[in-house]
């Protein structure tokens, strides 16, 4: 059984710094890309990040970029999000997932998901 589980979400004062982790079981972790995705009140479902198989190749969406930075453990089965200059807007449940594709800023083009972990940025 395939099992995501986001962790490190917590209140922090924009300007500040968070990391966010995503434990994976249950799968080969380092044949998927993985990604986070957040989701704010009242919004939709926004792409923020994805890093390729094996590391190294990132790409993120312009509202994070140059703030947010991913990185991936595979001996570990292991992805973190760095955040940095956080923002009030930065502000959602942060979710993991794995897909077999990389490079998609499409939630439909990912299989596995974690239940997600709230991120607050207060002003």
């Known amino acids: 059984q395939v099992q995501l589980v986001e962790s490190g979400g917590g209140l922090v004062q924009a300007g500040g710094s968070l990391r966010l982790s995503c434990a994976a079981s249950?799968?080969?972790?380092?044949?998927?890309?993985m990604a986070w995705f957040r989701q704010a009140p009242g919004k939709d479902r926004e792409f923020v990040g994805t890093?390729?198989?094996?590391?190294?190749?990132?790409y993120l969406s312009d509202s994070v970029k140059g703030r947010f930075t991913l990185v991936r453990d595979n001996a570990k089965n292991m992805v973190y999000l760095q955040m940095n200059s956080l923002k009030p807007e930065d502000t959602a449940v942060y979710y993991c997932?794995?897909?077999?594709?990389?490079?998609?800023?499409?939630?439909?083009?990912?299989?596995?998901w974690g239940r997600g972990t709230q991120v607050t940025v207060s002003s």
């Open positions: 890093i390729k198989w094996r590391g190294g190749d990132t």
């Open positions: 997932a794995a897909s077999s594709m990389y490079g998609s800023s499409l939630g439909s083009h990912y299989t596995y």
């Open positions: 249950g799968l080969t972790f380092s044949s998927y890309a």
